[in-house]
């Protein structure tokens, strides 16, 4: 249920993230719950004196199910709090979002850039906003997210790298191998002539529900070629 939870379009990794922070805090009720013999969410399990169940075994089972999250997933114990900044730029505090994850990036205004951006009523507004439409939407967050910081003025453009940054994160392999099966059918040796703007339009595309308004670029075209 938790893998299927992580698929689809419009889902990023702070979907991820969140559904990772509930999967474990559910595991630990699982443990006590085998632990205790009450098997709430286990009723299978609870069966006669006659069939007794060995809560030993499922209780290492358990444990090394955690285990195998902490390890996978060691990386979001540090990461995950800044995923935050996506939709919560207007209250996160500087010292909360770890710079050194973004240095590879020019984002050296970062900061000046926050507090003038939390200064500005009308900017931090649009994201209180975002978290209304959000807590209403349970489909494509991401077109939600990045709409918001795509609005914002040039003048926060480190803001808006981090921001990218963290929404284009693939938020499951699931994501990742559907746009690589389609990269694979558009860059085939058949279309040899594709230039990489026009591969790269062709995967935006397929990968989005980006929608070209034909009608306007067929005048365009039309007025071009009047000349």
């Not at 809560?55 to 995923?83: A, C, N, W």
């Not at 009523?121 to 494509?140: G, Y």
């Not at 040039?154 to 963290?166: E, I, P, R």
Request: aromatic content about 12%.
């Amino acid at each position: 249920m938790t893998s299927l939870l992580l698929q689809g379009a419009g889902k990023t990794v702070m979907d991820l993230y969140d559904t990772w922070k509930a999967f474990v805090a559910k595991l630990a009720v699982y443990s006590s719950d085998i632990k205790t013999g009450s098997f709430r969410y286990f009723k299978n399990l609870n069966l006669s004196a006659i069939h007794p169940v060995n809560t030993t075994d499922l209780q290492v089972y358990m444990q090394e199910l955690k285990s195998e999250f902490s390890i996978r997933f060691q990386d979001f114990q540090h990461i995950g709090p800044v995923f935050s900044f996506l939709i919560r730029p207007d209250t996160l505090k500087y010292s909360e979002l770890d710079a050194s994850l973004f240095e590879w990036m020019e984002t050296e205004e970062l900061e000046m850039q926050l507090i003038d951006f939390q200064a500005t009523s009308l900017w931090s507004a649009k994201f209180k906003d975002l978290r209304e439409i959000l807590e209403t939407s349970t489909n494509d967050h991401a077109a939600s997210i990045l709409s918001s910081w795509t609005s914002l003025p040039d003048k926060f453009n480190c803001m808006k790298k981090v921001a990218f940054a963290l929404v284009s994160a693939f938020g499951s392999t699931y994501q990742r191998e559907q746009i690589f099966s389609h990269m694979k059918h558009i860059l085939n040796p058949h279309r040899s002539k594709l230039t990489t703007d026009h591969s790269e339009g062709c995967v935006k595309l397929k990968v989005s529900r980006y929608s070209p308004k034909i009608s306007t670029l067929a005048k365009g075209k039309q007025g071009q070629g009047s000349h």
